[in-house]
């Protein structure tokens, strides 16, 4: 077989679900769906989540390419693209059967895509899934499978961090950081790689260290002072760049990833509410998604009621910045008047569709838990005088389709960096406690 000749791609139902545009991603080649997918689509049509749009898009889709050439010999999805065809119910093959039984929409999926390699021995046959348990057997039986890549990260070790150490810088330059205007050109740093808009720097030798600003407008790299958000003080150099971010007001799009412990949340929480006054409103959101996807089960009360389990750690972060703030009653009352308010607005993220997203400070806690998707519909909703900040951690996947190379957050910093009204920047250091950060980094 040539390794140009055309493939044909069997597409399991989650792929569309993750991305209903798939069609379009397979450039030159075929694309065949089992009748079961297309059933199973159909249980999807009604919702409001982003799988019900993805549904009822797709579907949508392939009705306007619908001819009766598609359940025979296919029909061209466009230019430079291949056919997309549909494959009615197969009797069980023998070696499928005799290993997986055939009532399972999974195992329709694959007995579909074994027949047709079976079939089509010219071609390479290859089901798509994002599902690892159905890659795993179609490769027992022999079959090609591969997940879905169109949106990944390739390589997480090169991800963007938002800042980078210059060592052995002269004592000059840096003493000049402290002098007025605090700001040097870039040419002074003698950097070998071109700074993006919106890195930070941090600069040091066996004297002295400073922390810049890399601003694309003047081509200067300014001063960094560790600032302070409603009594939350950095406490390290990566904490002080993401609170300068998210105090900024020229930066509109923010993302802060890093494990457990070093301070996404609360800093985002405590930038937000210094901000306070810049913005119409507050709005803290993160993903429904319960620790390694099990549901808490049936819970009394209101929506509001259900739903604080999941909301919680946004609580408890508040909560720490009520604390810091303890030496005034006033001040420290001024969280709980603005929940009561409604000027701040915890909920979750399915509770933002419909809205429109103006003169907001818009967090996304969890942001990991995102499809590219969905972290893109978010972000086309940003009206005036709207600032987003995404938060978490790359490498603590809850969503059952998504990983570290595949999730909403990765991608976005991978597409966004250089703009200049984004920054990103990776928090390395545990700053909850002693305890928190030996278990991260052991366990």
Same mark, same amino acid.
Do not use: W
């Given at each position: 077989?040539?390794?140009?000749?055309?493939?044909?791609?069997?597409?399991?139902?989650?792929?569309?679900?993750?991305?209903?545009?798939?069609?379009?991603?397979?450039?030159?080649?075929?694309?065949?769906?089992?009748?079961?997918?297309? @059933?199973?689509?159909?249980?999807?049509?009604?919702?409001?989540?982003?799988?019900?749009?993805?549904?009822?898009?797709?579907?949508?889709?392939?009705?306007?390419?619908?001819?009766?050439?598609?359940?025979?010999?296919?029909?061209?999805?466009?230019?430079?693209?291949?056919?997309?065809?549909?494959?009615?119910?197969?009797?069980?093959n023998k070696t499928v059967a005799a290993h997986f039984a055939q009532d399972k929409p999974d195992n329709k999926i694959l007995n579909a895509a074994y027949c047709l390699a079976k079939k089509d021995t010219k071609r390479k046959v290859v089901l798509v899934?994002?599902?690892?348990?159905?890659?795993?057997?179609?490769?027992?039986?022999?079959?090609?499978?591969?997940?879905?890549?169109?949106?990944? #990260?390739?390589?997480?070790?090169?991800?963007?961090?938002?800042?980078?150490?210059?060592?052995?810088?002269?004592?000059?330059?840096?003493?000049?950081?402290?002098?007025?205007?605090?700001?040097?050109?870039?040419?002074?740093?003698?950097?070998?790689?071109?700074?993006?808009?919106?890195?930070?720097?941090?600069?040091?030798?066996?004297?002295?260290?400073?922390?810049?600003? !890399?601003?694309? @407008?003047?081509?200067?790299?300014?001063?960094?002072?560790?600032?302070?958000?409603?009594?939350?003080?950095?406490?390290?150099?990566?904490?002080?760049?993401?609170?300068?971010?998210?105090?900024?007001?020229?930066?509109?799009?923010?993302?802060?990833?890093?494990?457990?412990?070093?301070?996404?949340?609360?800093?985002?929480?405590?930038?937000?509410?210094?901000?306070?006054?810049? !913005?119409?409103?507050?709005?803290?959101?993160?993903? #429904?998604?319960?620790?390694?996807?099990?549901?808490?089960?049936?819970?009394?009360?209101?929506?509001?009621?259900?739903?604080?389990?999941?909301?919680?750690?946004?609580?408890?972060?508040?909560?720490?910045?009520?604390?810091?703030?303890?030496?005034?009653?006033?001040?420290?009352?001024?969280?709980?008047?603005?929940?009561?308010?409604?000027?701040?607005?915890?909920?979750?993220?399915?509770?933002?569709?419909?809205?429109?997203?103006?003169?907001?400070?818009?967090?996304?806690?969890?942001?990991?838990?995102?499809?590219?998707?969905?972290?893109?519909?978010?972000?086309?909703?940003?009206?005036?005088?709207?600032?987003?900040?995404?938060?978490?951690?790359?490498?603590?996947?809850?969503?059952?389709?998504?990983?570290?190379?595949?999730?909403?957050?990765?991608?976005?910093?991978?597409?966004?960096?250089?703009?200049?009204? !984004?920054?990103?920047?990776?928090?390395?250091?545990?700053?909850?406690?002693?305890?928190?950060?030996?278990?991260?980094?052991?366990?």
């Amino acid at each position: 077989m040539s390794p140009k000749a055309k493939k044909v791609f069997v597409l399991d139902t989650n792929v569309i679900l993750h991305d209903s545009s798939c069609l379009y991603h397979f450039k030159e080649h075929d694309i065949a769906l089992p009748i079961v997918v297309i @059933e199973e689509l159909d249980q999807f049509k009604k919702g409001n989540e982003t799988i019900h749009y993805h549904a009822r898009h797709f579907l949508r889709v392939i009705d306007k390419l619908s001819e009766d050439h598609l359940f025979n010999g296919g029909v061209s999805i466009g230019p430079k693209h291949g056919k997309l065809s549909i494959l009615l119910q197969q009797t069980a093959n023998k070696t499928v059967a005799a290993h997986f039984a055939q009532d399972k929409p999974d195992n329709k999926i694959l007995n579909a895509a074994y027949c047709l390699a079976k079939k089509d021995t010219k071609r390479k046959v290859v089901l798509v899934s994002k599902d690892v348990n159905l890659r795993m057997k179609a490769k027992a039986v022999g079959l090609v499978a591969e997940d879905y890549t169109s949106d990944y #990260v390739h390589d997480i070790s090169e991800i963007y961090k938002g800042y980078r150490f210059e060592e052995n810088v002269s004592v000059e330059v840096i003493d000049k950081m402290y002098s007025r205007p605090f700001l040097i050109s870039p040419k002074e740093l003698k950097t070998k790689k071109k700074l993006l808009p919106n890195e930070y720097v941090i600069m040091r030798n066996d004297q002295k260290s400073a922390l810049g600003h !890399y601003n694309a @407008e003047t081509d200067q790299i300014c001063r960094i002072q560790k600032l302070s958000a409603n009594g939350i003080k950095p406490r390290n150099a990566e904490q002080a760049f993401a609170l300068h971010a998210l105090l900024n007001e020229n930066i509109k799009l923010v993302t802060i990833s890093g494990k457990a412990g070093t301070g996404k949340t609360l800093l985002a929480l405590a930038a937000a509410l210094a901000c306070r006054n810049n !913005y119409g409103e507050v709005f803290i959101a993160r993903p #429904v998604m319960p620790l390694s996807g099990k549901d808490l089960g049936y819970l009394p009360g209101s929506v509001t009621e259900k739903l604080n389990p999941y909301m919680q750690p946004l609580y408890d972060n508040l909560g720490v910045v009520r604390k810091e703030r303890i030496e005034s009653n006033l001040k420290s009352n001024k969280v709980l008047k603005l929940l009561e308010e409604e000027n701040i607005v915890i909920a979750p993220l399915a509770y933002i569709r419909g809205r429109s997203l103006v003169d907001i400070y818009f967090i996304v806690d969890e942001a990991q838990n995102l499809t590219p998707h969905e972290v893109k519909t978010i972000i086309t909703r940003a009206g005036e005088n709207t600032k987003m900040v995404f938060t978490g951690d790359i490498f603590q996947i809850d969503h059952p389709y998504l990983d570290t190379y595949s999730n909403g957050l990765s991608y976005l910093i991978n597409k966004m960096q250089g703009q200049k009204i !984004y920054t990103h920047i990776n928090l390395e250091k545990g700053e909850r406690s002693q305890l928190a950060e030996l278990a991260s980094n052991l366990l």
